[in-house]
């Protein structure tokens, strides 16, 4: 994301893929909330310290209008990614702090359809895998305007 420009991040594919700005976005704002909220049991970054100046002119739906949403946002890049580095470094910190105990606590993902889960497995299947493929689209969405997508 460092040498995308915003007009880059807000550009509209054809299709029904969102511009690469608001999964950027998404990311950002789903570790926020995801992490350092439900997991941690604390209010995201987004509602407390950083409500209203995440980079993101809004806070993604719950729900099915994720795709709705994601061509309407506005991004600003350099206040998005400056929230960015405050909420990796504060997922950074609580898993620094997590104990093989803690990674085997079940969590309940039955309201999602995954039953009971160790925290070990969501952050490897829903934190890490939900990155990875994000990371494609955004890779992709790069390369359909002429840039760079994955390192070579």
Known sequence: MADVTADEAHWLPQGNANPLGATYAHLVLGEDGFVNGM???TA???ATTWAGRTGASEVPPEGPAWDQWGRQVRIDLP???EYAQVVYAASDQWLASLSVEDMN???DLSPA???QQSLGWVLGAGVVGH?????GEIC???GLQGGRGYPV
Do not use: E, N
């Open 39 to 41: 997991l941690q049991g």
């Open 44 to 46: 995201p970054l987004f």
């Open 79 to 81: 206040v998005l990614r």
């Open 105 to 107: 606590r079940t969590i």
């Open 113 to 115: 359809g995954l039953g």
């Open 131 to 135: 990155v990875q493929a994000h990371w």
């Open 140 to 142: 992709c969405l790069k």
